[in-house]
């Protein structure tokens, strides 16, 4: 009996990271603006890097020309394996 789950306690849980994901992207526009208000949605103050929703030349187009301090959503990591930056444009250093 102690080996069964329910399917919706680990669709809960699946979600968790996603969930701490927003809210960190919430904190650090909060502590980038100064406020609550936002002039843009955050998917495009703040892309997801990884989810492909738009062309990958207009999001970095958009980011380019952000004149605030930028910050991005993204599961893939930002450096290569020698530990340099990767050039988003790129995508190698």
Known sequence: MGGFRSPRRRHRHRHT?????HVTQ???SLLIFDSP???????HISPWL?????P?????????A???RRFVKSHSTT???EGRPVDLHR???
Do not use: K, W
Request: glycine share 6%; net charge negative; no cysteine.
């Open 17 to 21: 990271g996603e969930v701490r994901n």
């Open 26 to 28: 919430r904190i650090v």
């Open 37 to 43: 208000d936002l002039y843009a949605p955050m998917a």
């Open 50 to 54: 990884d989810m492909n929703t738009r």
């Open 56 to 64: 990958v030349d207009d999001v970095l187009h958009e980011l380019d």
């Open 66 to 68: 952000q004149t605030h």
């Open 79 to 81: 450096r290569t394996s």
């Open 91 to 93: 995508g190698r250093t």
